[in-house]
């Protein structure tokens, strides 16, 4: 029988790594996915707690999160490529020149 | 229907008229004249016939207002005062159009000219039928925006430009003295209401105001260690707007140079309409002057000595439109002088000061246009270079005698034979004289009697040296078109006539003002409120009172053509920069020195402005630029945190997230 502390172990594991790769990773591409990674793991734990509670109201918002995601994914990615253009790579680190 | 329900027309036709000139009037003939001639046209018969209605029942006078915000309204007022105001405001405005068809026809600006002027009498007319004073304060600025504009239509020349400017900032003066009047009597009226206005009235209001002269009049404040009445504030802040606009001393220094612009907008703002509004603003709020027999004093003191002093400067000046300009200062002092006669004489005052206004405006505004014939046909203003125009110009040699003769007050006493000038100049003179009788206070009346004979000097002056004696200018003169000599010879009928058929019944219509469906006032009450009481009866004056002024221009006339006609003694001898009195004459008493070298620039710009300034660059500025240097050194040590490297924003998150849970622990823990 899986329980609710088995979703929330998973989310956590799934939050955690997204956590370590926005910390550690350069690469622009892979900060976003690190990022979808935390939400689609605060999803997770939205939809675990709604059926734990019988509420409809955690899936509804689960959708918009996802929509919300989709919505940050679709500009970060014109961003990222319209740098990409300019610069030939997407070291975020190097986009410093509006920096003191 | 009833012709009181079109008076909204009146100011509203020549308004549209602007509009229309403004923005048609270049594909119009002759720069789309004939619009505000029409509409001015249709003003004038509307007024007329408002007139005729008030004239045979001056009980029922038109009064409409409507709701405008909180406790303002928009109204209509049109009593005997309004009703021969509007009428004079659009005769002449009309007779003065037609005649600038011919006077501005080589201007290529005519669109603009007959726009302005349009929008002018538009907003003269609703000074006139205003019902409260603010809306009347705000046409009252809006004359005086249009008079910046006309004294500046030349605006290509210079000096156009500095008088448009002076004209402006010099009324102002006078203008901030009327709202601080209108703010201080709302706050009164308020304090007399406790606070709690019933609905439907309205405080500005003439009638209101009118009603609350009793509580005005017991509100009291300390001014220099006196104590003034609250009335006698406001009436003064009231009188010192009539002092801007209608150019009594000491602000009257605008109006010569405001001879910049064309003469006919000298002629209907300058002599017949705008400058006589102050006059009319007195008029119009005379019972809170009754009962302010302190405020009518300076009144009368500041109009007669406005009279004598504009009549010297009058005598030495050589530009023919300046002349006409002291003149009109002189002759609005005579209107304020009559105002001021109140204290003895009641209601009668604004009757002798009206009729002097309206025969003013006639003869005055005929001077200024035959003065504008003369300058359209030999193009100088010099009178030195003037001179035997006589036989080129005929009638306006003519109308302009007629206009003389009247400013000069020509007339036999005692009959009704008499230019019109005759008669309402020497009914205010004689008004002084029963002022003197009876309040011992000869002052006024002196005045009176001396300016009488130097405006006969001057005028003859005028006359015999533009229109006798050899021509000194090569210019070929020739008499104006009939459509500039129609108007003169209308306005030349009205200056030798209209006085003799008017006088009694004229004088008796204005005392009807105060006294009707809208406005019932206990005059002696009112007197009362100022600690004196009124003379109702003054018999016939003595027969040397009666022919005096006749006697004084009889001999201006008389010393004008020894001197400058018959040349007795050599003039040019006595006109010398030598003679100390007429260089203190021709500097103008030095009014410019004394206003723009020394009050101007020693007092407030170096005094005042210099110190301010330099208190504002050394310590304000200290003080602004010190927290701004603050500002900025602080953020050129904070910007360093934001290094532009992802990793340490993100640990920044995760830190603060770890540090807000703790926290959140501690408290419940300790809760």
Redesign the interface.
């Known amino acids: 029988m899986i329980g609710l502390e088995h979703y929330l172990i998973l989310s956590a594991i799934i939050f955690s790594i997204g956590?370590y790769g926005?910390?550690?990773l350069?690469n622009g591409i892979r900060?976003m996915m690190c990022i979808e990674l935390m939400l689609n793991a605060a999803i997770i734990n939205l939809v675990a707690f709604s059926a734990y509670s019988h509420d409809i109201t955690g899936q509804v918002f689960a959708l918009f999160v996802i929509a919300l995601a989709a919505a940050e994914a679709a500009i970060g990615l014109a961003i990222m490529l319209a740098i990409y253009r300019i610069r030939d790579d997407i070291e975020?680190?190097e986009?410093?020149i509006l920096?003191? | 229907m009833n012709i009181g329900d079109f008076a909204f027309l009146i100011p509203l036709l020549p308004a549209l008229a602007f509009v229309i000139t403004l923005f048609f009037g270049k594909r119009l003939y002759s720069g789309g004249a004939l619009i505000p001639i029409g509409a001015i046209g249709a003003s004038f018969i509307i007024s007329l016939l408002i007139t005729i209605n008030i004239l045979q029942n001056p009980d029922q006078v038109i009064h409409q207002s409507v709701h405008w915000f909180a406790i303002f309204n928009l109204g209509i007022l049109i009593d005997p005062l309004a009703a021969v105001m509007l009428t004079m405001v659009s005769f002449v405005s009309l007779l003065i159009h037609i005649y600038a068809i011919g006077y501005m026809e080589h201007d290529p600006a005519k669109p603009r000219y007959f726009a302005e002027t349009s929008l002018f009498t538009a907003a003269m007319l609703g000074v006139v039928l205003s019902d409260n004073i603010l809306q009347m304060f705000i046409f009252w600025e809006l004359v005086g925006l249009c008079s910046y504009l006309l004294i500046g239509f030349w605006y290509q020349k210079p000096s156009a430009a500095a008088a448009a400017k002076k004209a402006f900032l010099t009324t102002r003066v006078g203008d901030v003295m009327f709202l601080a009047g209108i703010i201080i009597l709302f706050a009164s009226l308020f304090q007399a209401f406790h606070g709690e206005v019933p609905e439907g009235v309205y405080l500005l209001q003439f009638s209101e105001m009118f009603n609350h002269i009793d509580a005005l009049a017991a509100m009291n404040a300390t001014i220099l260690g006196m104590e003034v009445s609250h009335l006698t504030i406001i009436a003064l802040l009231f009188f010192g707007g009539a002092i801007g606009k209608s150019g009594q001393f000491p602000l009257h220094v605008w109006l010569p140079d405001a001879m910049e612009g064309p003469t006919t907008v000298s002629a209907l703002i300058h002599a017949a309409t705008m400058v006589t509004a102050g006059v009319y603003l007195v008029a119009r709020t005379f019972p809170m002057f009754l009962s302010a027999p302190d405020a009518l004093i300076i009144v009368a003191y500041l109009g007669g000595f406005t009279a004598l002093f504009a009549a010297t400067m009058g005598l030495v000046m050589n530009d023919i439109k300046r002349v006409l300009a002291y003149s009109t200062v002189s002759q609005l002092g005579y209107m304020v002088l009559g105002l001021g006669m109140g204290a003895v004489v009641g209601l009668e005052a604004i009757g002798v000061s009206m009729f002097h206004l309206i025969n003013h405006a006639f003869f005055k505004a005929l001077l200024f246009l035959c003065a504008g014939s003369v300058i359209h046909a030999i193009g100088t203003q010099d009178m030195r270079q003037m001179g035997g125009l006589l036989k080129a110009m005929p009638i306006t040699a003519g109308t302009m005698l007629v206009a003389s003769l009247a400013l000069a007050g020509f007339g036999i006493p005692g009959t009704s034979i008499g230019t019109s000038g005759f008669f309402s100049k020497d009914a205010i003179i004689e008004t002084a004289f029963v002022f003197g009788e009876y309040s011992h206070d000869w002052i006024p009346y002196i005045f009176a009697i001396l300016a009488a004979l130097l405006t006969s000097i001057y005028i003859f002056r005028l006359f015999f040296m533009t229109f006798t004696g050899k021509s000194r200018n090569n210019a070929k003169a020739h008499e104006a078109p009939s459509i500039m000599t129609v108007p003169l010879l209308i306005l030349a009928v009205f200056s030798l006539v209209f006085g003799a058929l008017t006088l009694k019944p004229f004088i008796a219509f204005m005392e009807r003002t105060f006294d009707n469906n809208v406005i019932s006032l206990n005059i002696e009450h009112l007197a009362t409120l100022g600690n004196y009481d009124l003379v109702l009866e003054h018999g016939p004056e003595p027969l040397f009172i009666l022919w005096l002024p006749v006697i004084v221009a009889v001999a201006g006339l008389l010393i004008s053509y020894l001197l400058y006609y018959k040349q007795v003694i050599d003039v040019s001898k006595v006109v010398s920069r030598e003679n100390p009195v007429y260089k203190l004459l021709y500097n103008r008493y030095y009014q410019h020195k004394i206003f723009t070298e020394l009050l101007a620039t020693r007092i407030v710009y170096e005094l005042i402005s210099l110190s301010a300034d330099y208190f504002d660059r050394k310590f304000i500025d200290t003080i602004v630029d010190g927290i701004g240097k603050i500002t900025m050194s602080a953020g050129n040590f904070m910007r360093k945190i934001q290094t532009g490297v992802v990793q340490n924003y993100v640990a920044a998150v995760v830190a603060g997230v770890g540090l807000l849970i703790i926290l959140f622990r501690l408290i419940v823990e300790v809760i």
């Open positions: 956590l926005l910390m550690t350069n900060l975020l680190n986009i410093n920096r003191w």
